[in-house]
Structures are given as C-alpha cells and as structure tokens.
C-alpha cells in the first residue's frame, strides 16, 4: 500500500514566486491497484511522482509504503523497490551497452558490485526467452547497442528492465507519448500484460487537454480524485 499523508510542498518558499504545488494532500493506492494521474503539462502530476520517488523533498507530511515511513529515504534507496518507465524513450536505458549489458544491469538491481563480470551469462538463455515473449525480435540482437534502437523498442526494453526484479510499484510517466499509434499499442499490450501478470500498484500519467489548470487521478472506473490548485 502506498500512502501520502498531509503533503506539503512550495516552490520558492517566502518570495514573490512562491508557488503551493500541494497542501495537506493525502492519497491511498492498495496493492494491486492501477491509478491513472491526468493533468496538462505543468499541472503537478510529475512533480507528484518525483516526490514518491524521492527526487523532490516534501516540506511536511509523509510518505508510506505497506506501513513503512520512506518520507526521509534516499532517492536511490527508494528505487530498489520502485520501477520507472519515463517518456523519453531514451531515459531508463544505456544507450551506449548492448541490450544484454542493459538487462544484466537490471538483473542485478539492488546487488552490490565488485570487480567481476557485469554478464552473467547463465542467465543469457533467460533474457532471451524474456526478450522473444514481446514479439519484436530483439532476442536477434542481444549483441546490438540499445542507441541504434527504434523508440518503441528502447521503450519496450526500458518497460521489461523495469520489471525484471521484485517491485512494490511500477510507474508509468507518459511511456507511450513519444511513440507512434503502432508502436504505441505494442507497449500498451505489454503494460496490460504486466498488470495481469503482476501484482504491482501502477501508477500511470497522461496529459489532459479538457482542463489545463485540473490533475485527475483515477483509481477505479467509478472513482474520481480531483485536484484544483
């Protein structure tokens, strides 16, 4: 279970630019559930997510996780449990290593390094199982550097990185935006996959032209969060 309770936070505290982007703001997600977060560009829903993550610090309240006070927890120890996919298909990925040296990184997420072999190559026949359940042929081009990638499937390997360990939550920063209509079903299939599969709390955003000043957050078909600055 993910929980905020009594957020605060300001940008620009005590000057003419002072903004509120959140004041004694509580939200409660139960595991297994999908929440979609849908706000104009601006609106807070990103900055939301930096601060689950631990990339913005909340000037009051807390932030649980299944009971667990994260609020004054590093970013990079947040991440241990946390899966994020961003918009840019380029983030989430080493553009530079081979789609293998990108799993193994993913693979061995939360494990302390030494000096030995970043590949382990008994897991080779795994990662192209995993790889070959996606459709896209990238079990072909283990080898291949993930920089000369197509978006979609850069993105597609940023959503399986993601997941490839054990998470308490996936999130899902506009992951489809930048992609084409195609390329852009072929990660919804595979998201859809992921929540059926796993058990994970989702957290997906999405841009709302309707109202440019409003975030919505929807936790179920019949209810609706509504948050106004």
Do not use: W
């Not at 992951?175 to 595979?190: C, F, G, R, Y």
Request: hydrophobic share 40%; with cysteine; proline share 3%.
């Amino acid at each position: 279970m993910l929980e905020l309770k009594g957020i605060h936070k300001y940008y620009n505290p005590g000057t003419v630019n002072e903004m509120c982007l959140f004041q004694n703001f509580n939200l409660t997600i139960d595991n297994g559930e999908f929440v979609s977060v849908v706000g104009s560009n601006g609106s807070g829903k990103t900055s939301m997510l930096n601060i689950i993550c631990g990339s913005i610090p909340v000037d009051g309240g807390k932030i649980m996780v299944n009971g667990v006070d994260i609020t004054k927890k590093k970013d990079f120890i947040r991440h241990q449990s946390i899966g994020r996919v961003f918009q840019d298909p380029s983030k989430g990925t080493c553009p530079s290593m081979t789609i293998l040296e990108n799993l193994a990184i993913a693979d061995n997420k939360g494990k302390t390094y030494g000096l030995g072999r970043g590949t382990n190559h008994a897991r080779i026949n795994a990662y192209r199982e995993l790889l070959a359940s996606v459709g896209l042929g990238l079990e072909d081009k283990m080898h291949t550097k993930v920089g000369a990638l197509s978006g979609g499937q850069r993105q597609t390997l940023a959503l399986l990185m993601a997941t490839m360990k054990p998470i308490e939550f996936l999130i899902l920063d506009e992951h489809t935006a930048a992609l084409d209509p195609k390329t852009a079903e072929i990660v919804m299939q595979l998201t859809g996959k992921i929540v059926k599969e796993k058990k994970y709390i989702i957290i997906k955003l999405s841009e709302n032209e309707y109202n440019k000043k409003a975030v919505y957050i929807f936790k179920q078909p019949d209810k609706m969060f509504l948050i106004e600055p």
